[in-house]
C-alpha cells in the first residue's frame, strides 16, 4: 500500500471500531483516539522528557494533553502556526507568562494565549513532539499528507535548533501501529521520503517503543522538492531560498 492507502486505512479503523475521538471525522487530520491522555502520562515518565526544557509540539487534538503536562511542567512549548503562512511562525507558550495553562495550548486558543515569534527567537529545542496518521516500530512516520511536519522541522534544523541529537517522538493509538500486533493495516510497508523525519520513540497508551531508527534524518531543507506554489505561500522558506 502507499502512503494514502495506509492513511484510509486506518482512519476507516478508528473511525469504525469506536476508537476515534472528537474531532470528527478522523479521516483528513491527525486522529485523535481514544487513550490520547494516557499515552501522554506514559510520555511523561520518559528520561528525553525529564530532560526537556524546551518542547516544539505539533497542534493537533490527541497530543494536546502532552501539551498541557508539559506547561504544567515548566517546559517552554512551541507550536507552528497553521500551514507556517506567517514570517513569525511559531507560537511560543511560556507557562511562566500563561493565565490559564489548561486553555492555552489548544488550537483554538494558542493565539489568544502565546507570543508569536520568528524561527530565529525559538533557541535550541529539545525534544519534538510529532503527530501521526500511521507510524511503524522502527520510526516510519505517515502524516495526514501536506508535509508541514516535516517543513517545521526542516527550518529549525538550518537554523541550527533542532539536529540528529534531539529527540523525536510520537504519540499514537495501537491501531496506527500498522506493524504492530493490533495494526489496522496488517502487512502495509510505509514508504520513506528523504524530506520524512523517523521517529524516535512511538508512544501507546499501553506501551513505548524506542525505535532505534535507520532511516536518516533531513538535514535541512530539500529545496528541490518545494515547489513555486509552496514558497509562495510560506515566507519563512521564500525567505531562505538559495539564489
Known sequence: MDKQAIRERVWDRLEEEGIARFPFPP?????????????????????VWDGAETVKANPDSPQLPLRRAALRAG???????????????????????????????????????ARQVGPEAVGQIDLVVSGSVAVTEDGARIGKGEGYSDLEYAVLCELGLVDASTPVLT???????????????????VPVDDHDVPMDYVV???????TH???????????????????????????????
Open 75 to 113: 517546559k517552554t512549548v512551541y507550536m507552528a502556526v497553521p500551514r507556517l503562512r506567517d514570517r513569525r511562525c511559531f507560537y511560543e507558550l511560556d507557562p511562566a507568562e500563561l493565565d490559564d495553562i489548561e486553555a492555552a495550548p489548544a488550537v483554538s486558543n494558542v493565539a489568544d494565549h
Open 204 to 210: 501507546t497508551p499501553e506501551r513505548t517503543v524506542e
Open 171 to 189: 504519540t499514537v493509538h495501537e491501531r496506527q501501529v500498522v506493524d504492530g500486533p493490533e495494526s489496522a493495516a496488517p502487512g502495509a510497508t
Open 27 to 47: 479521516h483528513d487530520r491527525i486522529p485523535n483516539f481514544e487513550g490520547a491522555p494516557a499515552a501522554a502520562e506514559r510520555v511523561t515518565e520518559t528520561d
Open 213 to 243: 531508527s535507520p532511516y536518516p534524518r533531513p538535514d535541512g531543507i530539500d529545496w528541490a522538492a518545494l515547489d513555486a506554489d509552496r514558497l509562495a505561500e510560506i515566507p519563512v522558506l521564500a525567505d531562505r531560498r538559495p539564489e
